[in-house]
Structures are given as C-alpha cells and as structure tokens.
C-alpha cells in the first residue's frame, strides 16, 4: 500500500471513530485476520475501546502487520481451547482486563464456548460480543439463550461487496495452485458444498471461467435460489463428490467428514474458504492414506486405488495470496466500531441485534466519500 493510500485510510478510520465513540470507552479484545491492511482499523478499536489484546487468527498473521498491530496494543496466541475451558478463558480475560467493562470482537465464534462462564464469574462485566462471520453468527445462535447481547456484522448489506470479492479470491488461488502443477480448471467438473453468500459466489465465478458447477447445500431454500441461477443441484450428495474434480467447501461448518474423502474421483482437488478446523474432518480420515508434499501448498493424500489433493492443508485457500478485497473491507470493519458503541451503552437485550439502518447508511456514505475516487 502507497503512503497516500495508507493516510487516505487511516483518515477514514479516524472519521469512523469519531463517529460512533462511546461517551464511556469499554475494554475489548480483538480477534482478527492480521492482513497488511488491518493495523489501521486495529488502532481504531484502540480509539474506540481500551484495545486489551489482539489475538491474531494464526493461519493469516502477516509479519510487517503484526509489528505494526504490537506498537498499539498486545498480540496473543488463538486457539480454539483459550476459551474452550470455561476456566481457562476466565483466567486469560482476568489477566488482561481484571474488573472492566468488556466487549468481544469475534471472527468466528471463538468466545462461544466459554459465554455462559464469562458472563457469569467474571469480575467485571461482559457487555457483549460482536461477530463478523456466518460461520460466529450460526455459533451464537445455536446456543439457544444468550447471556449478553450479540451484534452480528456477518448478514449485513455491507458485507456484500466482502463476500462476492471473497470469493473471487478463493476462485484466484485454488487455479493459481492447480496451475503450479500444470492442472486447470476447465474440464473438471466442480461441487461447491453450501450455497450462501461466499458458496454462491465462488459458484458464479466458476461458471463464468466455464466450469461446469454443482451446487450442494441443506437448506431447501438455497437450492432453489442455485437452481433458479441455473447450477445443477445435487439429489445424491455422494454421487456429486465421485463426480467432481474440485470440490470447495463454505458451508462455516462441518462439509467433509473422514469417510467422505473415499467417494472423491481420484485426482480431485479439495479447497475451503475457512480453516480446516471448521470444514474439514481430517482427524477421522482413515489411517491407511499417506500424506506427501506435492508441490507448494498441496498435499497428495493417497491409499491403494485412490488419491487425492488438499489444498493449503485444508485452511482457507485465498489467504495464500493475501486474501485481499480492497477497500470494501473497510465497509463491515466500520460497522464493527459501531456495534462497539452499540454494546457500550448497555441496553441491548441479551440475544443477537444488528447495527442500525442508519448507522450503515452513514458508514457507507462515508466510505464512498473516501474511496469513490
């Protein structure tokens, strides 16, 4: 990023943060892709919230980024079993941030697990969490009853542009990586497991390149929006996987389970737009398939009679090449300052809000200002 570009942004954030700061500033932790363009949206939550931690996603910390994110605000290590435990979280927010007004800022549901104990036991006092993705939307949800409020930013209408280019990019990198092994996309018939926001857009971009493209997801609904675009649905979720050649998973949850890797044709690729973790069950993946190296960010997994490739070892394939959209990030990372001031004037009900109307249309009509140009 030119210089200019970089004061450009960091004026924008500054705007954004005079725009939605609190009359009284909570305390945050912030979890986060750590890309070369996030440090200035990190010191913005640093403006809005007394910034405790930044704990970077470990499969996307960019070196020169987290320098940068250090001099503003500590880094610690994620995990998912930080706050799997609910004694193991308390003791980590008790650590950074003993008897404080705290707002969590998650990607992903990472702080899910362990609500109820935080909520519950700690010395100072949750006021909420705000959740960025699908995937943390659907971890929320799901837990019934809620003990704090939760702010999703993750079906905002400033998301969009996020998504669609999202999905762009895992398109870019899962071809850029077929290609160092001299494979293309044309050809190969693909099956994208869920049809949301990123699933139906990679699903587009495919069959603009020419690729014949099958759509599977659960929900009924989906399937007759993948129809009514054109995309072959799959009836037999088993016969689409022998059948395809690519297969990229965005449901945000469980796509391939061990036994689901035998059905792949051999020589099909397998790529995510989120970590292996989440859509992946490598774990249960029968013992009798070894793992090899196959040129750079791809695994040949192969058993008698049977071989397949994982690419970026199952984690998200755009971050490979940065995984950037532009500035249309700033879009929803805008909103997520505004959900901060939401949480700090405590009287949100506990359960799952939104940011409001027009509190988006003032976000947009700002960043049009600043990158309409």
Known sequence: MEQFERARVGSYFARIADSFAANERPSSFLITHLLPERPSFVEAVGKCSNLRAVLPKPKSIDASARRSVEKVASCDALTRELFGDDDTALDYIESRAPGEAVVLLDVGGYFAPSLDALCNRYSGRILGVVEDTENGHKRYAGRGKLPCP???????????????????????????????????????????????????????????????????DVDPVRQAQAL??????????????????????????????????????????????????????????????????????????????????????????????????????????????????????????????????????????TWLNYFNR
């Open 228 to 365: 009514s675009q054109g995309f072959t649905v799959a009836r037999d979720r088993d016969a689409a996987l022998r059948g395809a050649g690519l297969v990229l998973c965005a449901t945000g949850a469980l796509s391939l389970r061990g036994e689901d890797f035998s059905s792949l044709r051999n020589g099909a690729y397998v790529a995510t737009v989120t970590s292996s973790e989440d859509e992946l069950d490598l774990d249960t993946l029968p013992g009798v398939y070894q793992r090899t190296p196959n040129g750079e960010h791809v695994t040949r997994y192969a058993t008698t009679g049977h071989y397949f490739y994982l690419l970026n070892g199952g984690n998200a394939v755009n971050f490979l090449h940065g995984a950037s959209v532009g500035p249309f990030i700033f879009l929803v990372q805008a909103e997520i300052l505004a959900g901060i001031r939401m949480l700090a004037h405590g009287d949100l009900g506990h359960g799952i809000h939104e940011v409001d109307v027009a509190d988006r249309e003032s976000i947009a009509a």
């Open 150 to 216: 939760v702010v999703s930013v993750a079906r905002s209408p400033l998301k969009d542009p996020e998504d669609f280019l999202v999905g762009q990019s895992v398109v870019f990198s899962t071809e850029a990586l077929m290609r160092s092994r001299g494979d293309i996309l044309h050809g190969r018939p693909a099956l994208v497991i869920g049809f949301g926001k990123l699933g139906s857009s990679i699903a587009r971009l495919l069959h603009a390149k020419g690729v014949q493209v099958t759509v599977h």
